[in-house]
T-cell receptor, first 111, second 112 residues
Framework: NAGVTQTPKFQVLKTGQSMTLQCAQD?????MYWYRQDPGMGLRLIYY???????DKGEVPNGYNVSRLNKREFSLRLESAAPSQTSVYFC??????????FGNGTRLTVT | GQQVMQIPQYQHVQEGEDFTTYCNSSTTLSNIQWYKQRPGGHPVFLIQLVKSGEVKKQKRLTFQFGEAKKNSSLHITATQTTDVGTYFCAGPTYDSASKIIFGSGTRLSIRP
């Protein structure tokens, strides 16, 4: 049982480049989330999708876009990467009002 | 906006000592969840509390949810080296049950 799968695991971008972080879950969960975690810091919510077909802003949405492609997949796009977006990105999923299941994270460095 | 705060930020204890982290929300929470993140890993769910005043135990870990449902605590008795990591509380915001925000976390390190 794979759970929540994130790709890629590592990525280095130059300022201004774009990229999409992929996330897929195989647990038939309704809700999916993107968080970022800066070194020594907590998790900050970027965007979430309460159910297929809906997306909403979290605490720090600026500079990001998301797509809930179907019930399984939730992608995060950086249109023009900035050094301030250097972070570890975690995708998570859950059934309504239940605990979050996290992927292993994507470590992104923007130079 | 709604905030979830945790104290202390860091705690360094001798193995065998107790450890407590406190979580405070600026608004009432419908439930609170606790997660543990090992160094280099991802957060892993520990427990969820729903009822006012609820207390749950998992071996050496005791979790409490405040009467007003705005605060919570995690207490570890007789810490072991396997307890090393960062402990986070998390809860839904008042405006969306699906919008889960996290506290800043408490990093626990242990002297063997």
């Amino acid at each position: 049982n794979a759970g929540v799968t994130q790709t890629p695991k590592f990525q280095v971008l130059k300022t201004g480049q774009s990229m999409t972080l992929q996330c897929a879950q195989d647990m038939n969960h309704n809700s999916m989330y993107w968080y970022r975690q800066d070194p020594g810091m907590g998790l900050r919510l970027i965007y979430y999708s309460a159910s297929e077909g809906t997306t909403d802003k979290g605490e720090v949405p600026n500079g990001y876009n998301v797509s809930r492609l179907n019930k399984r997949e939730f992608s995060l796009r950086l249109e023009s990467a900035a050094p301030s977006q250097t972070s570890v990105y975690f995708c998570a999923s859950s059934i309504y009002n239940s605990p979050l299941h996290f992927g292993n994270g994507t470590r992104l460095t923007v130079t | 906006g709604q905030q979830v705060m945790q104290i202390p930020q860091y705690q360094h204890v001798q193995e065998g000592e107790d450890f407590t982290t406190y979580c405070n929300s600026s608004t009432t929470l419908s439930n609170i969840q606790w997660y543990k993140q090992r160094p280099g890993g991802h957060p892993v769910f520990l427990i969820q509390l729903v009822k006012s005043g609820e207390v749950k135990k998992q071996k050496r870990l005791t979790f409490q949810f405040g009467e007003a449902k705005k605060n919570s605590s995690l207490h570890i008795t007789a810490t072991q080296t396997t307890d090393v990591g960062t402990y986070f509380c998390a809860g839904p915001t008042y405006d969306s049950a699906s919008k889960i925000i996290f506290g800043s976390g408490t990093r626990l390190s242990i002297r063997p």
